[in-house]
T-cell receptor, first 113, second 112 residues
Framework: DAGVTQSPTHLIKTRGQHVTLRCSPISGHKSVSWYQQVLGQGPQFIFQYYEKEERGRGNFPDRFSARQFPNYSSELNVNALLLGDSALYLC????????????FGQGTRLTVV | DQQVKQNSPSLSVQEGRISILNCDYTNSMFDYFLWYKKYPAEGPTFLISISSIKDKNEDGRFTVFLNKSAKHLSLHIVPSQPGDSAVYFCAASDLYGQNFVFGPGTRLSVLP
C-alpha cells in the first residue's frame, strides 16, 4: 500500500517564478496538510484541506495557495518566489480532520536562486 | 515565540544506553503530543503519541512521559541502537485543531 507521495522530489526555480508541488495522500485518507521546513527548524504549518475545503491556514503570505481535488490529492502553489521560500515542503495525510498521527511524504526540496 | 521547544539541538548516547529527549510547550490548550523521527532525505516518521489524559505511553523501546503541570514531555529510548540516529521532532496539537506545532528538533547520535 503506497504511502504519501510527493512530486517532484527536487526543484530549482528562479526568483519571481511560480511553483506547483503535488501530493497524493494515503488511500482512504481525506485530509492533507502542507508544511514548510527550513533548515535547522521544525516543520511549520501552511494549510490543511479536508474534503476539498480549506480547514486551516498558517502564518504564510497570500503568495501561498493550495487546493484539494475530488480524489483527495492536493497541490501547493507558490507565486512570486523569494529566496526565503527555499525549503523542504512536506505533505501529511490523515484519515479525518482530527489530528491523530499524520503520515508524511518524503518532501519536495525547493531551491530558489 | 516558540510554542514547542526542544532545548537540546543534539544528543550523543552510547549504544545500549538510554536516550532521553525533552520537549517543553507553552500553550495550555495543547492536549495531544507526538514524536516524529526524521532521517535525511525522508519525511518525518511517526513514532509515538500521547494524549493529555495519560502521563505515559509505551511502544516497544519507546516511552513517552507527559507532565501536564510542568508542560513537559520526554521520549525515552531503551536500549538505544545506532539505527535510532536521526532528528527527533516533538509536535503538539489540540485534538481537533488544524495543525501540529513542531519543535525545532533534536539530533540524536547513537554511538556503537
Amino acid at each position: 500500500d503506497a504511502g504519501v507521495t510527493q512530486s517532484p522530489t527536487h526543484l530549482i526555480k528562479t526568483r519571481g517564478q511560480h511553483v506547483t508541488l503535488r501530493c497524493s495522500p494515503i488511500s482512504g485518507h481525506k485530509s492533507v496538510s502542507w508544511y514548510q521546513q527550513v533548515l535547522g527548524q521544525g516543520p511549520q504549518f501552511i494549510f490543511q484541506y479536508y474534503e476539498k475545503e480549506e480547514r486551516g491556514r498558517g502564518n504564510f503570505p497570500d503568495r501561498f495557495s493550495a487546493r484539494q481535488f475530488p480524489n483527495y490529492s492536493s497541490e501547493l502553489n507558490v507565486n512570486a518566489l523569494l529566496l526565503g521560500d527555499s525549503a523542504l515542503y512536506l505533505c501529511a495525510s490523515t484519515w479525518g480532520l482530527e489530528n491523530t498521527e499524520a503520515f508524511f511524504g518524503q518532501g519536495t526540496r525547493l531551491t530558489v536562486v | 515565540d516558540q510554542q514547542v521547544k526542544q532545548n537540546s539541538p543534539s544528543l550523543s548516547v552510547q549504544e545500549g544506553r538510554i536516550s532521553i529527549l525533552n520537549c517543553d510547550y507553552t500553550n495550555s490548550m495543547f492536549d495531544y503530543f507526538l514524536w516524529y523521527k526524521k532521517y535525511p532525505a525522508e519525511g518525518p516518521t511517526f513514532l509515538i503519541s500521547i494524549s493529555s489524559i495519560k502521563d505515559k505511553n509505551e511502544d516497544g523501546r519507546f516511552t513517552v512521559f507527559l507532565n501536564k503541570s510542568a508542560k513537559h514531555l520526554s521520549l525515552h529510548i531503551v536500549p538505544s541502537q545506532p539505527g535510532d540516529s536521526a532528528v527527533y521532532f516533538c509536535a503538539a496539537s489540540d485534538l481537533y485543531g488544524q495543525n501540529f506545532v513542531f519543535g525545532p528538533g533534536t539530533r540524536l547520535s547513537v554511538l556503537p
